[in-house]
């Protein structure tokens, strides 16, 4: 079945830094890629669609300065948080789609959970 | 952008049959409605997808009415290892895209 990789599945950093989180279909082609992040008891919140090859989409209230969404390969997208701060900490899953996984059935990552210090 | 709408929560008994009912009004001709499964600190998992009517896999029902606006998740004879949050999630691959996901339902699964 279709398998989506993501890493690091944790990190903690210190404030002012940037962290990468990496996002692989490894059986599949993903022509999109969605990015998600959740807090503790809350439901996940879309934060961008990414098209291989194409600018993010990102969501309304979402710094795109500030979480910038790479979608260089078919297999690969990577969220960058840049100068991240306390208030970034969260969970941040990825998820994918692509013939493989099913024409309409997202398959997901692991999740990155994000501790910024 | 089909929006939809779940119980927060849910108890239920080891063995027993749970339903979730999902409400998604303005459902386009083109979405399918898929459920997936998210433990604590997991990504989501798939457990089922349908278009309309009623679909069967080895883990769960999905029943859809004729006017597709709700659907129903059936999980028979659930185990403490249910115990998850529930969410359907309304969306097509045609034309311009995105999934967002609702509240999600917290199924607690007693002993």
């Known amino acids: 079945g279709a398998v989506v990789s993501q890493h690091p599945s944790r990190v903690i950093c210190k404030s002012g830094t940037s962290v990468k989180i990496e996002c692989r279909s490894l059986d599949f082609q993903a022509t999109t890629m969605f990015w998600y992040r959740q807090f503790p008891k809350q439901s996940l919140m879309l934060m961008a669609t990414s098209n291989e090859g194409s600018k993010a989409t990102y969501e309304q209230g979402v710094e795109k300065d500030k979480f910038l969404i790479n979608h260089a390969s078919l297999t690969l997208s990577t969220l960058t948080v840049t100068s991240a701060h306390p208030e970034d900490s969260s969970f941040y899953i990825c998820?994918?789609?692509?013939?493989?996984?099913?024409?309409?059935?997202?398959?997901f990552g692991a999740g990155s959970r994000l501790t910024v210090l | 952008l089909a929006k939809t709408t779940q119980p927060i929560s849910m108890d239920s008994y080891e063995g027993q049959e749970v339903n979730i009912t999902c409400s998604h009004n303005?459902?386009?001709?083109?979405?399918?409605i898929t459920w997936y499964q998210q433990f604590p600190s997991q990504g989501p998992r798939f457990i089922i997808q349908?278009?309309?009517t009623k679909v069967t896999n080895e883990v769960a029902s999905l029943f859809i009415p004729a006017d597709r606006k709700s659907s129903t998740l059936s999980l028979p004879r659930v185990s403490l290892s249910d115990t998850a949050v529930y969410y359907c999630?309304?969306?097509?691959?045609?034309?311009?895209?995105?999934?967002?996901f609702g509240t999600g339902t917290r199924l607690k699964v007693l002993a």
């Open positions: 349908g278009y309309k």
């Open positions: 303005n459902i386009a001709t083109n979405d399918y």
């Open positions: 999630l309304v969306g097509s691959t045609s034309g311009t895209y995105k999934y967002i």
């Open positions: 998820s994918a789609i692509g013939s493989a996984s099913g024409a309409n059935v997202l398959t």
